[in-house]
T-cell receptor, first 112, second 112 residues
Framework: ETGVTQSPTHLIKTRGQQVTLRCSSQ?????VSWYQQALGQGPQFIFQ???????GRGNFPPRFSGLQFPNYSSELNVNALELDDSALYLC???????????FGPGTRLTVL | QQQVKQSPQSLIVQKGGISIINCAYE??????FPWYQQFPGKGPALLIA?????SEKKEGRFTISFNKSAKQFSLHIMDSQPGDSATYFC???????????FGQGTRLTINP
């Protein structure tokens, strides 16, 4: 059974740029949720994708957007990067929007 | 009302001792309470979870105690080992909510 994978591991961008982060869900899982984890904090929910549609969104501006593909993998896109976007971005997969969510290793984004 | 409050922020326990981390919530709709373990540079890993129909759940050295009337739950790590040194997060959710609401985290250090 393959776990959740994310790419890239680390990323450095400058303010105003755009970034795309990628996630492959655990085999058998069809739901992907994205979280932002600032240093020393708990993860904060960004949004969830199920059946290729957004299925719930946290308190994040529209410049955070996402996609889910037919193979259940997902992308998180962030436009007009701000310094406060620097964080660990976590992807979690689950089965049919289930609450038992399994996290990937994350992508560390640094915005300069 | 969506918050989950976790304490203590940090905890030092001697090898072989019992580590106890506490969480409190306000939203009575929450009916799923997981605990996650996170090592530096890694994503959170699901340790154990409980539903409010039971007051205690044990898996190996890890036990969740749940007090529905007090809206509190706690993680007990028995016979704590240096390998347990990590940050622990409690979380809460309910079916249909999509997201997990995380506590602020507890940095646990087990001294050998």
């Amino acid at each position: 059974e393959t776990g959740v994978t994310q790419s890239p591991t680390h990323l450095i961008k400058t303010r105003g740029q755009q970034v795309t982060l990628r996630c492959s869900s655990q085999s058998g899982h069809n739901t992907v949720s994205w979280y932002q984890q600032a240093l020393g904090q708990g993860p904060q929910f960004i949004f969830q994708y199920y059946r290729e549609e957004e299925n719930g969104r946290g308190n994040f501006p529209p410049r955070f957007s996402g996609l889910q593909f037919p193979n259940y993998s997902s992308e998180l896109n962030v436009n007009a990067l701000e310094l406060d976007d620097s964080a660990l971005y976590l992807c979690a997969s689950s089965f049919r929007r289930g609450l038992e969510q399994f996290f990937g290793p994350g992508t560390r984004l640094t915005v300069l | 009302q969506q918050q989950v409050k976790q304490s203590p922020q940090s905890l030092i326990v001697q090898k072989g001792g019992i580590s106890i981390i506490n969480c409190a919530y306000e939203n009575t709709a929450f009916d799923y309470f997981p605990w996650y373990q996170q090592f530096p540079g890694k994503g959170p890993a699901l340790l154990i979870a409980i539903r409010p129909d039971v007051s205690e759940k044990k898996e190996g050295r890890f036990t969740i105690s749940f007090n529905k009337s007090a809206k509190q739950f706690s993680l007990h790590i028995m016979d704590s080992q240096p390998g347990d040194s990590a940050t622990y997060f409690c979380a809460a959710s309910y079916q249909g909510a999509q997201k997990l609401v995380f506590g602020q985290g507890t940095r646990l250090t087990i001294n050998p």
